[in-house]
C-alpha cells in the first residue's frame, strides 16, 4: 500500500523559476554549474551542488538554504497541494515536440523490501554518501524523485487537471514548463485513494530516494534520544518525486548505448562467433542509419554491435538458445533474460569480454552516450574497441523486473527530460506533519 500526501513545500516566487532552477545534481559538470551560479544569485546550484571542500560545503548549503528562507526568496505553502507539472520538449535527435505531465507528490520513504516502492538498478555508495550528507545539514530534500505509477485506465486525469497555473516558462534547452497547482479536498483525497492499492516504480533518482530512508530512521531516532515524540506522520519520514503514469504514451524512454573502451585484447569477429550461442547474427552492410533502422524494427530483445570502420552486425536473442545453461546467464533469474540491456551486460561484457560487475560500475571499460552519431564518432577516433547500439527498455520490461525484485544493469533507462531541481522543496522536520 503506497502512502502518498500532499505537499506543503517551499518555493520560489512563480516569476523567478527560469533563473533558478537547474537540472538535477548528478548531470551537471564543472562548467554548467559556473553558468548556473552566475545566472542568478539563488540558483538552486548554490545549496544543491554546494562549492567548498569536505564538511565546509555542506555547512555553506545549510547557511544558504536558512538564509534563503529568512529574507523569502523561499516561502512556505500552508495549505497542501499536490504540483502538476507538465514538460515540452524535442526529443533527442528530433522530431515532434512531445509534453510529459506527471504531479509532485510526497511519498513515504520506506525500504524497498516493503515493495511500496521499486527500483529498477543498482546504486554506488558514493553519491548516497553526499545527499545524506547534504540532507542531513539542510534538513531538507532539495531535489526530488521520479516515480511512476500504473493507471491504463487514466482515472486519475480528471482530478489531475484541475486546479489552478502557478508557472509558466521556458528554460535554454528549449523545454517548456507548466506548474499547477491541485488544492481541492475531494481531488486530493481521491488521487490518494486511487494510487494506495498500486507500488511506485522509480524511474529517476535512486541515490536520493535510499537518502531518504536513511534519513527518516535516523531523524526518528534522533528525536526519541533527546526525549521527543516524532510524528507519526512528520515531514522527515517523506521524500517528494514527480509521479507519472507509466501507462502514458507519452511517457517516452530513451536509448543508451555503450562504447567499449581499453580492452586489452579485442577481436570484433570472434566475438560475434561466441555470441552465435545466444544471439541470431545477421550482418549489416548500410551503415549507421540502416543499423539503427534494423534495430529499431526488431520486437525481441536486440542490440547492434559495430566496429571501427563501419562493419556491423545485428544480434537478435535466439529464443531456442538454452540460457539456463549459459555460463553467465544461467545464474541469472529468468526474468532478466527478457531485456537485451541484461543479456549484454551478461552475455557479452561479462562473459565474452571479461568486463566484471565491478568494472561495469566503476565504468573502467564503458563509457554511455545517448547520441549513436557521437559514439559512433568516438569510435572512428580509435579510442575504443566496439560500440553497442541500443533499442529503449520498455517501461513495461522494467516494472516486470523491479516487481520480481530484480533489478537491471546502470544506465538500463533514459528518461528525458530530467525532472529539474529547484521548483518545490521539501524540509524534514520531525514535528511537522504532512497532508
Not at 505509477?149 to 482530478?159: I, K, M
Not at 552465435?276 to 547492434?304: K, M, N, Y
Not at 568516438?378 to 522494467?398: R, Y
Request: glycine share 8%; net charge neutral.
Amino acid at each position: 500500500m503506497v502512502d502518498i500526501a500532499p505537499l506543503k513545500p517551499l518555493r520560489y516566487a512563480p516569476a523567478v523559476l527560469a533563473q533558478v532552477v537547474a537540472p538535477p545534481y548528478d548531470v551537471i559538470d564543472a562548467e554548467l554549474r559556473a553558468r548556473l551560479g552566475a545566472r542568478h544569485p539563488e540558483n538552486v546550484v548554490h545549496i544543491d551542488l554546494p562549492e567548498g571542500e569536505g564538511d565546509a560545503r555542506y555547512a555553506h548549503a545549510r547557511e544558504l538554504f536558512q538564509s534563503w528562507q529568512a529574507r523569502g526568496v523561499l516561502v512556505r505553502e500552508t495549505a497542501p497541494a499536490y504540483y502538476r507539472y507538465a514538460q515540452t520538449f524535442e526529443p533527442p535527435g528530433g522530431g515532434a515536440r512531445l509534453t510529459r505531465t506527471g504531479f509532485f507528490a510526497l511519498v513515504r520513504a520506506v525500504p524497498y523490501a516493503a515493495r511500496q516502492v521499486l527500483p529498477h538498478e543498482r546504486t554506488l555508495t558514493g553519491p548516497k554518501l553526499d545527499r545524506i550528507a547534504l540532507s542531513r545539514a539542510t534538513r531538507a530534500m532539495l531535489s526530488p524523485q521520479f516515480m511512476l505509477y500504473s493507471d491504463p485506465e487514466r482515472r486519475l486525469d480528471a482530478d489531475l487537471d484541475s486546479g489552478s497555473e502557478l508557472a509558466r516558462f521556458r528554460t535554454d534547452d528549449g523545454i517548456d514548463h507548466v506548474l499547477w497547482k491541485i488544492t481541492e479536498p475531494g481531488a486530493l483525497a481521491r488521487i490518494g485513494s486511487l494510487l494506495r492499492p498500486t507500488s511506485l516504480l522509480i524511474a529517476d533518482g535512486h541515490h536520493r530516494y535510499e537518502t531518504a530512508v536513511a534519513l527518516a530512521k535516523e531523524f526518528d531516532d534522533e528525536a526519541r534520544a533527546q526525549g521527543k515524540t516524532p510524528s507519526p506522520r512528520g515531514e522527515h519520514l517523506y521524500t517528494f518525486a514527480l509521479l507519472a503514469n507509466g501507462d502514458d504514451p507519452n511517457l517516452v524512454v530513451f536509448a543508451t548505448h555503450r562504447l567499449v573502451h581499453s580492452l586489452p585484447r579485442f577481436d570484433f569477429e570472434a566475438m560475434l562467433r561466441a555470441a552465435g550461442s545466444v544471439f541470431h547474427v545477421q550482418r549489416v552492410t548500410g551503415g549507421l542509419d540502416e543499423a539503427r533502422a534494423r534495430l529499431a524494427a526488431e520486437q525481441a530483445p536486440a542490440l547492434c554491435a559495430v566496429a571501427k570502420g563501419g562493419a556491423a552486425a545485428l544480434l537478435v536473442l535466439n529464443k531456442d538458445a538454452k540460457l539456463a545453461e549459459h555460463p553467465v546467464l544461467g545464474q541469472r533469474p529468468e526474468v532478466l533474460r527478457t531485456a537485451a540491456v541484461s543479456l549484454l551486460h551478461d552475455g557479452i561484457l561479462e562473459h565474452l569480454l571479461g568486463i566484471t560487475k565491478e568494472a561495469q560500475a566503476a565504468k573502467t571499460n564503458i563509457r554511455y552516450l545517448q547520441d549513436p552519431r557521437q559514439a559512433a564518432g568516438e569510435l572512428e577516433k580509435g579510442g575504443a574497441n566496439v560500440l553497442f547500439l541500443m533499442n529503449p527498455t520498455p517501461v513495461a520490461t522494467v516494472r516486470k523486473i523491479a516487481e520480481a525484485g530484480e533489478v537491471m544493469p546502470q544506465k538500463s533507462t533514459f528518461f528525458y527530460p530530467k525532472v529539474p531541481s529547484g521548483l518545490l522543496f521539501h524540509t524534514l522536520a520531525t514535528d511537522r506533519e504532512v497532508g
